[in-house]
């Protein structure tokens, strides 16, 4: 008789022993931090990426630009093959009777030649090209603070994109205590109802409030899912799970506290303003360009050419050296050059203007960060605040309710109001941090040394993940005391 549950093999055993001992010791996957990730989009992001090879493309620019004032040599040379053939014939009278006769030459020669040189020219005078290496070095500079502009951009979108996750997860949490926590307010009405002890108008109210928080932890999961993939997007690396922020973060004024402080900073430090000055340099280097069209150029150069040919009237070889200056005036151009101009000057007018805007739009987003990110540190004192007076008053309603002084619609706006307390909390924190963060780069200061500083306030336990189906499990509606009970008839 056959055994009804079969043995493992020992080849089983073994393969299932290795498998423990490979779980049992392999590391725990690890959420990755603020700085974690954001050194990873200083690798891996296209854009930054596109933007050093641009500088880099611009620093070739300058080499081209230099080229052109040093010495320029060129070398030529030929072999060949000549055939020459060549017949005449000429006419004359002889005598008086006018009979005449024809007499002619005839030659036929095939030779080999040939022939090579060399040309060596260096600009002794040459504005334009002087000017356009000098230009070209203002390139580079102006480039380079292009790539400052984009690395800080980056660092502000990758936290700002980190903190709107972990907001993310905060408003969903609260979604998901609210929607158990009416879920249970709907549960007891149905029972309320099906022994006669609430009207059917308590139950449609209780499962319109329950629809109701379905339908915004729905929205908050979504919002979650969207914030991890800007994190994918930024970095061109997926995440399981990310740090979560201490609730102990100091919610404190910028410092330094003078709002004046701060913009004289921005003006020292932002590189926007030194790009828009940088522009205003290249553009009175276009000027020095266009004007140098007006002036002479001189030039040093040295020709050399060889030829060697057996052809048999000329045979040998022949050489040639020319050593010399030359100079080059131009007269009139069509007008051409004046127009040249006209044309950068207006264009270094333009770039003028730009920088006066750019340094007025770092002025006010500098101050309007900075009063923003007191309001901000007063806004979480107050969500802070409404937190504890919304959860006071969810416990009046319910004690109401039980003495029939309230109904379960007050119990119900009660609850939501909480809840939405608990989102705004955390809405009002993470707006303090990226609004400060903001306020940094404005004032061209967001660096990774501030990155170093937020990432000490994230801790790694409780990560916060995409692992649905986990969270749910593990959240539980908030402690708001016992269900309440309607008064007796």
């Keep these: 008789m056959s055994p009804l549950i079969s043995l493992p093999s020992r080849s089983q055993l073994r393969h299932a022993i290795s498998l423990l001992v490979v779980a049992a010791f392999a590391p725990a996957v690890q959420a990755a931090d603020l700085l974690t990730i954001t050194q990873d989009a200083l690798t891996h992001s296209a854009t930054l990426n596109s933007s050093r090879s641009t500088f880099k493309s611009t620093e070739a620019g300058q080499d081209v630009a230099r080229g052109a004032l040093l010495p320029q040599i060129s070398a030529t040379g030929s072999v060949y093959h000549e055939k020459v053939f060549d017949e005449q014939s000429s006419t004359f009278s002889g005598g008086g009777s006018g009979s005449g006769s024809i007499s002619g030459t005839r030659s036929d020669d095939s030779y080999n030649g040939t022939s090579a040189g060399v040309n060596v020219t260096q600009a002794l005078f040459d504005a334009s090209n002087w000017y356009q290496y000098q230009q070209s070095k203002k390139q580079v500079g102006q480039q380079a603070l292009q790539l400052e502009i984009d690395q800080q951009q980056l660092l502000y979108d990758v936290s700002e994109a980190y903190f709107e996750t972990l907001r993310a997860k905060e408003v969903l949490e609260a979604r998901q205590a609210q929607e158990k926590a009416i879920g249970r307010q709907r549960e007891q009405a149905n029972e309320q109802f099906n022994v006669g002890l609430v009207a059917i108008t308590d139950v449609n109210e209780a499962q319109a409030a329950f629809d109701s928080a379905r339908a915004q932890r729905i929205a908050a999961k979504n919002d979650l899912q969207v914030s991890f993939e800007t994190l994918e997007r930024l970095t061109g690396r997926q995440y399981d799970s990310i740090e979560r922020l201490d609730d102990d973060l100091p919610i404190q004024p910028p410092t330094p506290a003078r709002r004046g402080e701060w913009v004289d900073m921005a003006m020292a430090s932002s590189p926007s303003i030194q790009y828009a000055q940088a522009a205003v340099d290249l553009a009175k280097s276009g000027v020095d360009i266009a004007q140098a069209g007006h002036l002479p150029t001189l030039d040093a150069f040295a020709d050399y050419s060889y030829s060697d040919s057996d052809n048999d009237y000329t045979r040998g070889h022949g050489e040639d050296l020319q050593v010399g200056v030359q100079a080059n005036l131009p007269i009139y151009s069509g007008g051409s050059t004046s127009a040249s101009v006209r044309e950068n000057t207006y264009t270094l007018e333009a770039t003028q203007y730009d920088f006066e ?118 959240m539980g509606a908030e402690d708001i005391g016992q269900r309440p009970r309607p008064p007796q008839s």
């Design 357 to 474: 805007d750019q340094r007025r739009y770092t002025t006010q987003q500098v101050r309007s960060l900075f009063t923003r990110v007191g309001n901000d540190v007063e806004s979480v004192e107050a969500q802070r605040e409404a937190i504890v007076s919304s959860r006071s008053a969810v416990e009046a309603t319910r004690a109401g309710y039980e003495v029939g002084t309230r109904n379960i619609v007050d119990v119900l706006d009660a609850e939501q109001s909480l809840y939405e307390s608990m989102s705004d909390y955390a809405d009002a924190r993470y707006t303090y941090v990226t609004d400060l963060l903001q306020l940094r780069q404005q004032a061209g200061v967001l660096n990774l040394d501030v990155i170093r500083g937020t990432n000490r306030w994230l801790l790694d336990s409780n990560p916060v993940s995409l692992n649905m189906d986990d969270a749910d499990k593990d």
